[in-house]
């Protein structure tokens, strides 16, 4: 199992659990659902003034939602802060594949009415068929993906 986890496994469980309970409380305490896509176009409603930005969920949604959005960023540098230098995750891929990457993703979260983690945490935890079959397709295209890009010697 370590080949699988060369960097340990408890910080990814670590990970998940404070991510599941933060989800969890904010559903429970407020009975607003977490979706990370939701809070891009909600951030988008401030700069944008395209219809589908300006509907009454976004724009009611936007100022916690960005809160929200700070909150993850400043998460993230509280962890490398602690972790120091060795946090740096080089992906070793050039910035015009990432960035057609994250174009892909976006578009896809927003065709699909929500991000891979939105549907999987967030839709699974309150039984949304949408959300299943939603998971089931990125899945099976991810894994479909992987094969397709290893069969041409990409990795």
């Given at each position: 199992?370590?080949?699988?986890?060369?960097n340990?496994?408890?910080?990814y469980?670590?990970?998940?659990l404070?991510?599941?309970a933060?989800?969890s409380l904010?559903?429970?305490?407020?009975?607003?659902?977490t979706?990370?896509?939701?809070?891009?176009?909600?951030?988008?409603?401030?700069v944008?003034?395209?219809?589908?930005?300006?509907?009454?969920?976004?724009?009611?949604?936007r100022?916690?939602?960005?809160?929200?959005?700070?909150?993850?960023?400043l998460?993230?540098?509280?962890?490398?802060s602690w972790?120091?230098?060795?946090?740096?995750?080089?992906?070793?891929?050039?910035?015009w594949?990432?960035?057609?990457?994250?174009l892909?993703?976006g578009?896809?979260?927003?065709?699909?009415?929500?991000c891979?983690?939105?549907?999987?945490i967030c839709?699974?935890?309150?039984?949304s068929?949408?959300s299943?079959?939603?998971?089931?397709?990125?899945?099976?295209t991810?894994?479909?993906?992987?094969?397709?890009?290893?069969s041409?010697?990409?990795?």
């Open positions: 199992m370590m080949h699988l986890f060369p340990g496994w408890i910080h469980l670590l990970g998940g404070l991510i599941g933060g989800v904010n559903f429970v305490f407020t009975g607003r659902v979706g990370m896509s939701s809070v891009f176009s909600a951030g988008w409603s401030f944008s003034q395209r219809a589908f930005f300006q509907q009454a969920r976004f724009l009611a949604t100022y916690w939602r960005l809160l929200l959005a700070l909150g993850v960023v998460g993230a540098l509280l962890w490398r972790l120091g230098p060795s946090a740096d995750i080089a992906t070793g891929l050039p910035w594949r990432l960035l057609a990457g994250g892909l993703i578009f896809g979260a927003r065709l699909s009415d929500g891979t983690s939105g549907h999987g839709g699974l935890a309150s039984l068929l949408s299943l079959l939603a998971v089931i397709i990125f899945l099976a991810a894994i479909v993906s992987v094969h397709l890009l290893m041409l010697g990409m990795r």
